[in-house]
């Protein structure tokens, strides 16, 4: 898996990540299963379904953003913070 990530290109990788936040921001702009379910009185552990599609919804665009992150991080893409500020402090 790790070489797949590693061999994969900045191209596809931007476009499946990009794919799954699009989705998932579109069910937080135009919700639909929400509309259907705010009407749903039923309770899950004491919250409403309508409260729970957003918990949803947030916790799945964590899960793609540290994804990304992750994948970022395994290519060696994600620059660290004392390399940043070696590089600034020297004029580069």
């Given amino acids: 898996m790790r070489k797949m990530i590693i061999s994969m290109s900045t191209r596809t990788k931007n476009v499946i990540f990009g794919a799954l936040y ?3 921001v579109l069910f937080a702009i135009c919700p639909p299963l ?3 379910g ?5 309770l899950f552990l004491g919250v409403p379904f309508a409260v729970w599609y957003w918990i ?3 916790v799945l665009l964590l899960a793609v ?3 990304y992150y992750a994948v970022e991080q395994m290519r060696g893409e ?3 913070e004392g390399a940043a500020d ?4 020297k004029g580069e």
């Fill in 86 to 89: 070696a590089a600034q402090a």
């Fill in 65 to 67: 953003m540290f994804g």
């Fill in 78 to 80: 994600v620059d660290s």
């Fill in 34 to 36: 929400y509309l259907w």
């Fill in 56 to 58: 949803l919804d947030f």
């Fill in 22 to 24: 699009a989705v998932l």
């Fill in 38 to 42: 705010s009407g749903n009185a039923t």
